[in-house]
């Protein structure tokens, strides 16, 4: 691994390296502080002037690439380490569990006898990220598209920037504005949509309303739409102009162009996007630890106070739980770890096959 | 199936800008035309108004008129995509869509006009491949990445997409300036044959190329670098390239500018 | 060639005889605007469903299928579907702008309300629910200094990585770690707070704090490094894979061998990008809630010492705030997410501006 290019770079150097070393023997010590403007300089001394160049330079070199091999080593311990680690703390509390961990509807590991079920907050947490990617991904890709290619090129850049910046708002901030602000509308909504829609199951119940799958979904959706539009509007710039001007040339209209040119080229990217989107999502805490009814049970309902997510429990239940409640929730983590870790797998292979038949187009 | 181009006192602008002024200028059909003249010249910006593709650009604009068998393509009512699927193009770099498969490609103009049937798009993919020369070499092929094929073979690609959805007019902008002699050769020679189906107008900078297919040059230059590009002279190629009238032609032809 | 397909039963497809359409008038968007809007006030008043709300969501359906209805009519299909399209493409930027507009209005309004000397200058130490005062003094000192620990570890760390995957690494192993790389940054931050939990809490914290588990400021730095790491590694990388290939292989013909190569002329070269990586990576891990909470624990004093006892953050305070029951908790916890996202935008806005130059004078 990696001999050919680092054996070709220490071979041209070794070779003027020797021819120098005859000249001016000091310089063997002087390895590392060569100044830029002269490699070799003849002053040092240090080395005393015996030891063999080759071996010396193979030092540093070698020494430098150890460095960098194990730091990238690194990665590959903190994963395995978190893996290990949440194995080990969960699996005590999964054993105390008196109950089926997978199909429980509840969460009270800190009694005498531990009852917990990671069930209904897995179900929570699909629901409320798939309703928000729902919401999310039409919306961002016509933003995205506005700003690429309907808006004037100024106003385009503008906002553009203006998008990157709400994607790097914390989400702290939008669950406190979903708590604080947007709940009212929602609840009105929420009641309206009861009213005459109650027949769906969906919007039935008899309240209360507002704090629910449907409020923690839309805080979410409008947390990952700057995220999902900046990343697909870079995509949707980056098409070549050439090929727009292709679809253009063959008297496409722009919507056709965009469908003939630039949605297929970005298509890679806007899966990568709304992963991304989907990560966020699945792993937000605070926003819906702030906005969620927080309640156990399996129900499609999404206007009634209630839902849960797995991410928000731990959050919520953290503060009073006791050793047995910790592994508990370490082991929900470790479920919800798995949940993204599929997901981003899923994608990745996704954007390598399409990417492979567009590379190896090219 | 080919017609008559002609352009009368056309300007046009990137911004502020004056690119080319009042260009006047009569394409018969069934013909080939070249537009030679030295860089920023406007001969592209010339081309590209033909088929109302200089506007596609931010704060590029155009006046005067330009009719196509005496109808104003800039007139208010007129609808540009008809105007460009009556007006086809082929670029400087081959630009297939990465995409799509060559078949794809190939009958991508004909699925955006609404033509959906499986046999009519064979057909029309196979009679558009084989007059771009290029049938042979990909007929085993249709449905791998058009992206994949030799720069000529793309370029050929870009020609049978722009014939298949039978264009009056085929603009070539520079078409074989991104490749090889064996591949521009290939070009040529379909630019032959084409030309009995179709109006071909061509901008290149290779004079022998210029000399070799076209019937009829046009020469643009400028004064200075900033100055809007005029045409000089417009004449059957023989004359142009034996006994130019205009001075500033003959000094280009020869060699001694540009 | 040409003479072997001679059936033309391909007539020329949809080639226009005439190059005028009928075109509708200008006014025709606007009527039907109006037309739609009113039928829509008939319908939504007509059977009492709703409020003004209703009709403007109901006029913009309607006013998208009569649009497409009128150029289907007038223009034909594709046109009609082009205006549809970008009528619809419109709207999801209105759509989109009423939420986030509204987000930075309440941030701005309500965060101003405490935006004094007091809320910087003390702590909540003391402050009981009656109390109107209070500040995030300790909160920012907490997020200041987590969010440094996190950077020095992450960046030396995160830019050797970078360098063993694009100059040294090959092969399987180095496959593998780019791919972990990118299984991190998908890690949602409750998991990374989790694993520090288990791992630095839990075992190793008690081996310092006579065998109790203690939280820390460090602790909450370790989870952050978790999330900062994968996206300072994927930036480094990809500025370095940018670094021309030209530029080392003059260093190497000089004679200069490859890991000073790599010092000082790639990774300077690099470095504008990776700075504006490594800004991005801070303001992400600035804005991190769920980590902090689980494993610093918060506090309502000042603790400068990151290595022992509670510490907050400033979103932490946030969070922390918003659970409050004092009712003037709720103007601290906006006047600190206002703080925050301050803190996150000039990060934000200074990283992009870095990367713009830095593409300018490339």
Redesign the interface.
Known sequence: MGETPHRSADAGTGGTRVTQSHEWPAVLGACGRGTSQHPFPGRAGLGGGGALPRSRKFGAERAFRGLTLAAGTAVLVIIAAIAIFLVAKAVPALRANTENFWSYEGWSPNDPQPKFGIGTLAFGTVLSSALALLIAVPVALGIALYLSHYAPRRLGTALGFLVDLLAAVPSVVFGLWGRDVFSSPVRDFSVWLNQHFGWIPLFGGDGPFGASIMLGALVLAIMVLPIITSLSREVFLQTPTANEEAALALGATRWEMLRTAVLPYGRPGIIAAVMLGLGRALGETIALALTLGITFGISFNLIQNGGNTIAANIANAFGEANETGRGALIASGLVLFTITLIVNITARAIIYRRREFTESAA | MAKRVEASNVTAYYGGFKAIENINLTVEPKTVTALIGPSGCGKSTFLRSI?R?HE?L?GARVEGSLT?DD?D?Y?R???V??????I??V?Q?P??????SIFENVV???K????RKKS?LD??A??AL??A?L?DEVKDRLGK????LSGGQQQRL?IA??IA???QVVLMDEPCSALDPISTLAIEDLMF?LKDKFTIIIVTHNMQQAARVSDRTAFFSIEKTGDPGRLIEYDNTQKIFSNPSVKKTEDYITGRFG | MTTTVTSHRTRPPAQPTSLRGRRLPWYAAPAIAVAALALAAGIVYGIDIGGPVLVVVLGAILYLVGLFAAANAVEGRRSARNRTWSALIHSAFVLAVLPLVSVVWTLVSKGTERLDGNFFQTSMNNIGARDANGGAYHAIVGTLEQVGIATLITVPLGVLCAIYIVEYGRGKFAFAIRFFVDVMTGIPSIVSGLFVLAFWVLIVSPWFNDGRPSFSGFAAALALSVLMLPTIVRSTEEMLRLVPAPLREGAYALGVPKWKTILRVVLPTALPGIVTGVMLAIARAAGETAPVLLVAGGGAAINTNPFENNQSSLSLFVYQQAGDASKYAPARAWTAALTLVALVLILTIAAKLLARRNRLSR
């Open positions: 088929n593709m596609v931010p196509i109808q393509i007139d009512d007129v609808d995509t008809a105007v460009r699927r009556m086809g193009m670029f770099r630009n297939p869509f990465p995409t799509m991508a103009g004909l955006l006009n609404g033509v009519i057909e029309a196979e009679k084989r007059s020369n049938w990445p058009g992206a994949g870009c997409r722009t959805v039978e264009p044959q």
